[in-house]
């Protein structure tokens, strides 16, 4: 049964700590996006990648965010510093170019910065 | 900026009745767009998308409808079951390949 996976699904950390969630997208999926969600904003497009270059990374706050993937089965969003704002549930989701807006996410990484 | 907004924030219906979730849309310029379900603790899950240069699709148990002179997206939900009380986005895909999600309506079900 191919999904996405995310780690870690919870987090808790405070103000100023470096945070790192991963993801291993669907094997032989070549799109990979993050996405924030909150109460608030909904869900928030953070940066996305098609076989493994990055596409659009501006919904990201770039003095702290960072996304990358080191290789098809990984994917990377850091924050560093974080702050108590970034608190959210981060989506993971992968799909094919072929088939356009149909993505699977991940079951989400909780992060609550204190 | 451009976005992808609902109308109804929540939705109540009766088991077994049909149920509509509308979405209204900014952009002119997408593919097509595309409906996500998300059940309490998990991610979205795709449930039906159509092309922009269609006006209706229809699925099992749901119909999208499109149109485009008004910019106004639906989701029709037939014989709506307690299994599908969750939030439902509207999403917009662009051809930039960005995938754009509406704010969401909660859907619940009464017995």
């Known amino acids: 049964d191919a999904r996405v996976t995310q780690t870690p699904r919870h987090k808790v950390t405070e103000m100023g700590q470096e945070v790192t969630m991963r993801c291993q997208p669907i094997l032989g999926h070549n799109t990979v996006f993050w996405y924030r969600q909150t109460m608030m904003q909904g869900l928030e497009l953070l940066a996305y990648?098609?076989?493994?270059?990055?596409?659009?990374d501006s919904g990201m706050p770039k003095d702290r965010f960072s996304a990358e993937m080191p290789d098809a089965t990984l994917a990377t969003l850091k924050i560093q510093p974080s702050e108590p704002r970034d608190s959210a549930v981060y989506f993971c989701a992968s799909g094919l170019v072929a088939s356009g807006g149909e993505l699977f996410f991940g079951e989400g990484s909780r992060l609550t910065v204190l | 900026g451009e976005s992808v907004g609902l109308h109804l924030p929540t939705l109540s219906v009766q088991e077994g009745d049909n149920s509509i979730i509308n979405c209204a849309y900014s952009?002119?310029?997408?593919?097509?767009f595309i409906w996500y379900k998300q059940e309490s603790g998990k991610g979205p899950q795709f449930i039906i998308d159509?092309?922009?240069?269609?006006d209706k699709r229809q699925g099992q148990r749901v119909t999208v409808l499109l149109n485009k002179t008004v910019k106004h997206l639906s989701l029709q939900i037939a014989a709506t079951q307690p299994g599908d009380s969750a939030v439902y986005f509207c999403a917009e895909y662009r051809r930039t390949g960005k995938l754009i999600f509406g704010q969401g309506t909660e859907l619940s079900v009464k017995p």
């Open positions: 952009n002119s310029a997408s593919d097509y």
């Open positions: 159509i092309r922009s240069n269609m």
């Open positions: 990648f098609r076989n493994r270059a990055p596409l659009d």
